[in-house]
């Protein structure tokens, strides 16, 4: 009996899952300590949610000797629920700093926000976000992707008696239930064809299904991938982002198109790459052609936003980052024509770039709308005037963003995704690729000119500048420093392009 019980309990690697356990044991301190401190007082929240997610970032150094695993079964050793690898840890530092980022952005919106609700529901969703790269079965991934999710919803409407942010939390809600229903009907056909939920049994099972069940393996990966194209906002997936980000509150918006984003893609990833690898020669051709609609429709849109148009700035960011999904989902498309491991390298070394930079943006953007609340483009005119280290700042995130010099980094990023294109034979879509960035050229560099044009009429242009919130302006200067390292140094970023991650 005792060697029976002893082959069935499993060791866990407390050290492997340290990451997203802590950023969760710190979501359940902050809830229990707020209930502890008087209104208006809440104030040490702010101080445990920062060392909860710095103690999180530290954490990774250990795991950085080598390959873990845990949660394995017991006959099979080798299928395992949790692991820790190079894709794991690109990961979870890309969505523990993010949360960081947007912790120093929402310290100056608190006053409107209730504080512990806040702090609770965005660490839940990053330890969310943080476990999905280490998730290895279907089960686990779903679980971790809705973890992400859920708190989402409350955080975009957490502003009590604000209408917009009432329906944009409803309208994330509604895509994302349908994505969900998708995707576990997906999920149910796959593992009734293989027998397992596990992501590399899973790739040997689609190898030999029995003949019978061809169509329902087929259906079943079709049917996730689109589950995970709504997570992603890929189009024609796309509606609901540009309602719940102009809706939600700013470092919400922020954290949805970076964390978010980070999170969706690595779920992608390790769906078609590592579990469907036998169907690449179908998804492939699906992700291309997502992603050369992805990349145009979120361009396109952003060229014609009125720039007197309430909240058009965040509109713009929004309608931006659809089209940068676009090109992230260009190394994963070339994935399934060529060396999966470098395509997934040049995907990370892209989303690395991007955070850094959009989560600037959105930095200066709440700078914006302290004085500007509607946060229209025209209340970017002169912003050198008014705040004249914030607004290089600005011009240096949108020129990385289209991939123009000083933004080295954002040029050099582009340049690698479009090599994935071409390496993998995909020539049609390195020319859709190319147009979308001259598009995205105008709209970048039409932003960047009005933040050292002359100040204009508008109250917010002609207004006095504003004192610059500590946390705030630490985000901006962050991001801006990291931003201008990746961009002295890119190999940092673009050796993941040639790196084996999975």
């Given amino acids: 009996m005792s060697t029976l019980a002893t082959s069935v309990v499993q060791s866990v690697d407390w050290a492997a899952i340290a990451p997203p356990g802590i950023v969760a044991v710190t979501a359940i301190a902050v809830l229990v300590a707020d209930l502890f401190l008087p209104e208006g007082r809440k104030k040490p929240l702010v101080g445990i949610a920062l060392a909860g997610l710095v103690l999180a970032g530290l954490s990774l150094l250990p795991l950085l000797d080598g390959d873990r695993t845990t949660f394995c ?10 692991a820790v690898d ?10 523990l700093a993010g949360a960081l ?32 790269p280490a998730s290895r079965d279907l089960a686990t991934l779903v679980i971790a992707l809705e973890v992400t999710t859920l708190p989402s919803f409350a955080l975009v409407g957490l502003r009590r008696g604000d209408r917009l942010s009432s329906e944009a939390a409803l309208k994330f809600f509604l895509s994302s239930v349908a994505a969900t229903a998708v995707t576990l009907l997906g999920v149910s056909f796959v593992y009734a064809a293989t027998g397992t939920l596990h992501l590399e049994a899973m790739a040997r099972g689609l190898q030999d299904v029995d003949p019978r069940l061809n169509t329902l393996a087929a259906a079943g990966a079709a049917l996730t991938v689109v589950g995970f194209a709504f997570k992603l906002a890929v189009a024609p997936f796309h509606f609901w982002v540009p309602d719940t980000y102009t809706g ?15 999170a969706g893609f690595a779920g992608l990833i390790l769906v078609t790459v590592v579990a469907f690898r036998p169907y690449a020669h179908v998804w492939g051709p699906a992700v291309a052609v997502l992603a050369a609609l992805t990349m145009t429709v979120g361009n396109v849109a952003a060229l014609v936003q009125r720039p007197d148009r309430p ?10 980052s659809i089209g940068q999904a676009g090109y992230l989902l ?21 989303a690395l770039m991007y955070a850094a930079v959009n989560l600037g943006a959105f930095a200066v953007a709440a700078l914006v709308g302290r004085t500007a609340p509607q946060n229209r483009l025209t209340d970017y005119r002169g912003l050198y005037g008014r705040h004249p280290l914030a ?6 995130f949108l020129l990385c963003l289209a991939g123009l010099p000083p933004g080295v980094i954002g040029l050099f990023a582009k340049v690698a995704v ?36 002359k100040p204009g009429t508008e109250p917010a242009a002609a207004g006095r500048p504003a004192v610059v919130p500590r946390p705030l302006g630490a985000a901006i200067a962050l991001t801006a420093l990291v931003g201008v390292a990746l961009s002295g140094a890119p190999q940092l970023v673009l050796r993941f392009a040639s790196a084996t991650l999975l």
């Fill in 101 to 132: 980022v947007t912790a120093l952005l929402s310290v100056h919106t608190l006053e409107e926000l209730p504080a512990g609700e806040f702090w609770f529901l965005l660490l839940s969703s990053a330890s969310g976000a943080a476990l999905l």
């Fill in 248 to 262: 939600a509150p700013l470092p919400v918006a922020g954290y949805l198109s970076v964390v978010g984003k980070a």
């Fill in 330 to 350: 260009v190394p994963i498309a070339a994935a399934a024509y060529t060396d999966p491991d470098r395509q997934v390298g040049t995907t990370l070394a892209y």
């Fill in 86 to 95: 190079r894709f794991t840890l690109v990961v979870q530092l890309l969505v």
């Fill in 391 to 396: 607004a290089p700042a600005m011009a240096f």
């Fill in 418 to 453: 479009f090599s994935s294109a071409v390496d993998a034979g995909l020539g049609w879509l390195a020319v859709v690729m190319a147009v979308n960035v001259v598009i995205a050229l105008v709209y970048y560099l039409r932003w960047t000119f009005l933040l050292f044009a």
């Fill in 73 to 82: 079964l017991v006959g099979s050793p080798a299928d395992c629920s949790y």
């Fill in 311 to 320: 909240r058009s700035a965040v509109r713009l960011l929004a309608w931006s």
